[in-house]
């Protein structure tokens, strides 16, 4: 079974608009870890943000926050006044307890349009 | 710092050949992992590392060997290059994270290799 689920292979944003990214997981894990990651098209891997499953409030980072829905096994990325640079494939990712290993999704396509 | 390096930046093989891919991080980390990514698929785990001499199989080993000889290195062998391995490597490191805490993960820029 998928751990990192991402529904949306593509997503289109009006420039300065806002964007919900979603991602599901599945773990039986208690404690967990939640990543974001951006991939623009020059190939590097950025770090957006984390959330971690006892996180009381959900994560934020400047224009990135993360609506963390722990029942629902959910942790969607929200990008505020989207910008053209914010166009790249944006990836999910799950560390479970004790482990450094990241699970990762299959990653959704933004592109923000002027 | 230099972060995590990757050498090649690009690669073409043959069927059948071999080749390492270098990974380094300055960071003193002591995790480091290969991952590899193909269109539609995201990132899969290959090999991982928690420590100079200890290294273990991720989600997909197969064709590939890594050690772990000091704390900086960690490089990637393909032992008999397969067209089913043209793929973008991406190495990452890490702190050890215990059960808690951000601790992301630093990838480095990649290496885009075709096997013919």
């Known amino acids: 079974a998928q751990k990192i689920t991402q529904t949306q292979p593509g997503m289109f944003v009006q420039e300065k608009e806002a964007v919900t990214l979603d991602c599901t997981y599945d773990?039986?894990?208690?404690?967990?870890?939640l990543f974001w990651y951006k991939q623009p098209s020059s190939g590097e891997m950025i770090f957006l943000i984390y959330q971690g499953s006892y996180d009381q409030q959900n994560a934020t980072e400047g224009r990135y926050s993360l609506n963390f829905q722990k029942a629902r096994k959910s942790a969607n990325l929200v990008i505020s006044a989207s910008q053209l640079g914010d166009s790249a494939m944006y990836f999910c990712a799950m560390r479970e307890t004790g482990a450094n290993n990241l699970f990762f999704g299959t990653g959704t396509r933004l592109t923000v349009i002027p | 710092n230099a972060g995590v390096t990757q050498t090649p930046k690009f690669q073409v093989l043959k069927t059948g050949q071999s080749m390492t891919l270098q990974c380094a991080q300055d960071?003193?980390?002591?995790?480091m992992s290969w991952y590899r990514q193909d269109p539609g698929m995201g990132l899969r785990l290959i090999h991982y590392?928690?420590?100079?001499?200890?290294?273990d199989q991720g989600e997909v080993p197969n064709g590939y060997n890594v050690s772990r000889s000091t704390t900086e290195d960690f490089p990637l062998r393909l032992l008999s290059a397969a067209p089913s391995q043209t793929s973008v490597y991406f190495c990452?490191?890490?702190?050890?994270?215990?059960?808690?805490?951000?601790?992301?993960?630093?990838f480095g820029p990649g290496t885009r290799l075709t096997v013919l």
């Open positions: 960071m003193n980390h002591e995790y």
């Open positions: 990452a490191s890490s702190y050890s994270s215990g059960t808690s805490g951000r601790n992301e993960q630093f």
């Open positions: 590392s928690v420590g100079a001499g200890i290294t």
């Open positions: 773990t039986s894990d208690p404690s967990y870890g």
